[in-house]
Every structure is written in structure tokens, then in C-alpha cells.
């Protein structure tokens, strides 16, 4: 039997190489994006695979009941959660329209689409979820020297990453995977978009990016990071987080009380 992988963002950049990869492994698609014109090109493309194109937009309410139906309603392998925007900005410059397109687009479509495949996936016993987050989910504690300022983008891959864990552990055992893969800086349309020339900035190509990220999903790593050399980094930063959620107590601590 066929099987079948849903990506949104899959009209360019790291959701068309996901596309474009899982075409080639077999998968039959459904590809979800705003521009209707380049899912259709996309499809044109790969008279080899079943593909379906769904022109839906994340960032409002409509979209993402759409796609969260089309997730509970289809038989997933593996679900893509991509799709992105940047709007890299200080919190008091950000718009309220760009600040809600963010906040749907990579917290609530992501969970709404989650929510509505991991029930299917476990009665059937087995499917993948892989979300899309970015190692500026770990630059929070980063001081004011750090730019460009982006506490909004920051904060929403920040929460992928939390989410993705605790799913992963709360699918232990069923034969679900869920992971989230974290690139550093990937050559694609998404900072030219924003007016960031990154040119002279060394980038991985989204193809490795994606190599990386299934990869990471076979070797059984939640948290994925294929720029990083040195896993134990982030193993380090896992064991921290754990001992700071162990150390907590019910008595007020002795700093406050000075």
C-alpha cells in the first residue's frame, strides 16, 4: 500500500524539499501552501506521485479547520508541520496582524493539525509527526546583543520544541513518532521575503536540512539539530531543564527572603 505524507509549506524552500524527498521515497502527497499556482506547478512536476494540492492559508481560522479535517479525516504516514513566517521584529514594533499571523501559523495551526492526527494515528498504531522549529528556540536567554530582536518567532519555536516533547513522551510505546527538527540558517526564500539579505551568511541547503531531519526521526531523537556536530549540546540542555523542573520545592526559596 501506498503511503501517504502531508506537508504544509511545501510551496517552497524546506516544505518542497520535504516534498520533494518523500515523492522520491514513495509517498503519495498532499501538499498544502497559499499560492495556489505553485502547488499546481508542483504537481505538474511529478506525474510520477499521487499528489493532491490544497491552497489553504494557516494563519486564519479557516485554514487551519481545513487542513486540521483533512489530518483526522486521511490515513497519515507522516505529518509535516512547515509552514512559517518570520516577521523578525521587536514585540513593541510588531504589529497585532503580524503577531496573531505568527502565533497561528507556527503555535496553533501546528496543534489544531497535531491534535487532529495523533488520535487516528494511534488507533492505527503507527504514523509520524515531524513539526519545524529553528534553533532560535533555544536564544532566549541570548542578551541584547544578540540580533535581530524576534521575541514573538522566538517564543513560537520555543513552543513547538516543549510540545513536541511532551507528545513524544505522551505517545511512548504506540508506534507514533513525533520530533521536531531545529535548523540554523537554511537557503531559502523565507529572509529574502522579510528584506534580510543573508547572502554572505554560510547556510545549509534545505535538502540536507531535510536528510537531517528524517534521519533524526529514524534514530529516534525528539529534539533534531542537523547543524549541531556535537549532540550532547542539546542532550545538556535537556538534563538542565529536567533538573531545574526537579529542583522546585514547595517552600519559598532563600534568595526571595533576603
Do not use: W
Not at 42 to 55: G, I, L, Y
Amino acid at each position: 500500500m501506498s503511503r501517504l505524507a502531508l506537508v504544509t509549506g511545501a510551496t517552497s524552500g524546506i516544505g518542497k524539499a520535504f516534498a520533494e524527498r518523500l515523492a522520491v521515497d514513495g509517498y503519495d502527497l498532499i501538499i498544502v501552501g497559499r499560492r495556489q499556482e505553485r502547488l499546481k506547478e508542483f504537481a505538474a512536476t511529478h506525474p510520477e506521485t499521487k499528489v493532491r494540492a490544497v491552497a489553504a492559508d494557516l494563519s486564519t481560522e479557516d485554514g487551519i479547520t481545513t487542513l486540521a479535517q483533512i489530518a483526522s479525516d486521511e490515513p497519515l504516514d507522516i505529518l509535516i508541520n512547515n509552514a512559517g513566517v518570520s516577521h523578525y521584529m521587536p514585540l513593541a514594533d510588531l504589529p497585532a496582524d503580524k503577531a496573531r499571523e505568527l502565533v497561528n501559523v507556527k503555535v496553533l495551526g501546528p496543534t489544531q493539525l497535531m491534535r487532529a492526527a495523533v488520535g487516528p494515528m494511534l488507533r492505527r498504531g503507527h504514523g509520524a509527526i515531524l513539526n519545524v522549529a529553528g534553533m532560535i528556540a533555544f536564544s532566549g536567554p541570548a542578551d541584547k546583543s544578540v540580533m535581530p530582536r524576534r521575541a514573538v518567532y522566538a517564543g513560537t519555536l520555543a513552543y513547538l520544541v516543549a510540545m513536541t516533547q511532551a507528545l513524544a513522551a505522551e505517545v511512548e510505546g504506540s508506534g507514533v513518532k513525533v520530533g521536531v527538527v531545529c535548523p540554523g540558517i537554511v537557503a531559502t526564500e523565507l529572509h529574502s521575503a522579510q528584506g534580510l539579505d543573508m547572502s554572505a551568511v554560510p547556510r545549509m541547503s534545505a535538502e540536507d536540512l531535510v536528510t537531517g531531519a528524517l534521519r533524526g526521526l529514524e534514530l529516534g531523537e525528539t529534539v533534531s539539530a542537523p547543524g549541531v556536530e556535537d549532540y550532547q549540546l542539546l542532550q545538556d540542555v535537556f538534563t538542565a531543564e529536567l533538573a531545574a523542573f526537579g529542583g522546585q520545592s514547595p517552600r519559598l526559596a532563600s534568595r526571595y527572603t533576603k
